[in-house]
């Protein structure tokens, strides 16, 4: 597709289930980034891979938050047993290459955990 | 953690008027980068600033940083209604990997 492309848009889970959110990259870009956005407040990094490797995993906020790209294009995001504060907006980015170059961000996946 | 403060943290105009927006970062960058985020949508890059660059200018855009300051500013001239969005900075440290350290954002309304 055209741009990054994420899904679903919404999720609501209840406390303690499970959640897989999922990212399709613009086709060919090397580095995938996920972040996430409470509300009123600005991105906070989450995870970075360069192709299929996570090279960066120093923002996910517990070991609940796990995150692949096996085959270096889809990444899945997953939450296990959710929590109320982990309720946000998850965003994912791509770009070219790794470094310093814009990235492109999908239109995010609003998670609700009530 | 974020990086820095945006300030203010909400603005009203009247279309036609100019609005700037300030960034203050806290650690050494290779690049600042603004981005504009329409209500419940995703973000979307406007303008990068190296760090050996003092200014740049794109369309209705112009960028400064101040590298001895640690800030940056957004003069977007001439407002119009299609500019009422959040305004994020976000840098980019040297040697990594292009992770973005995002202010919390200013949040602009360009009246009618």
């Known amino acids: 597709g055209a741009g990054v492309s994420q899904s679903p848009r919404y999720k609501v889970a209840k406390r303690g289930q499970d959640v897989a959110l999922r990212c399709d990259p613009i086709s060919g870009h090397v580095s995938l980034f996920w972040y996430q956005q409470a509300l009123g407040q600005g991105p906070e990094f989450l995870t970075y891979f360069q192709n299929e490797a996570q090279l960066d995993k120093s923002g996910l906020p517990s070991d609940r938050f796990f995150a692949e790209r096996p085959e270096g294009s889809v990444s899945t995001l997953k939450i296990q047993r959710t929590q109320q504060e982990d309720s946000a907006v998850y965003l994912c980015?791509?770009?070219?290459?790794?470094?310093?170059?814009?990235?492109?961000f999908g239109q995010g996946t609003r998670l609700t955990v009530v | 953690s974020q990086q820095g403060e945006e300030d203010p943290q909400a603005l009203s105009i009247q279309e036609g008027e100019n609005a700037t927006m300030n960034c203050s970062y806290k650690?050494?960058?290779?690049?600042l980068q603004w981005y504009r985020q329409n209500s419940g949508r995703g973000l979307v890059h406007l303008i990068l600033?190296?760090?050996?660059?003092r200014e740049k200018h794109s369309g209705r855009l112009r960028v400064t940083l101040d590298t001895s300051k640690k800030s940056s500013s957004l003069l977007i001239t001439a407002s119009r209604a299609a500019d009422t969005a959040s305004y994020f900075c976000?840098?980019?440290?040297?040697?990594?990997?292009?992770?973005?350290?995002f202010g919390q954002g200013t949040t602009l309304q360009v009246k009618p």
């Open positions: 650690t050494s960058i290779n690049n």
């Open positions: 980015a791509s770009s070219v290459k790794a470094g310093y170059t814009e990235a492109f």
């Open positions: 600033i190296r760090s050996n660059e």
């Open positions: 976000a840098t980019a440290t040297s040697g990594n990997t292009g992770k973005l350290i």
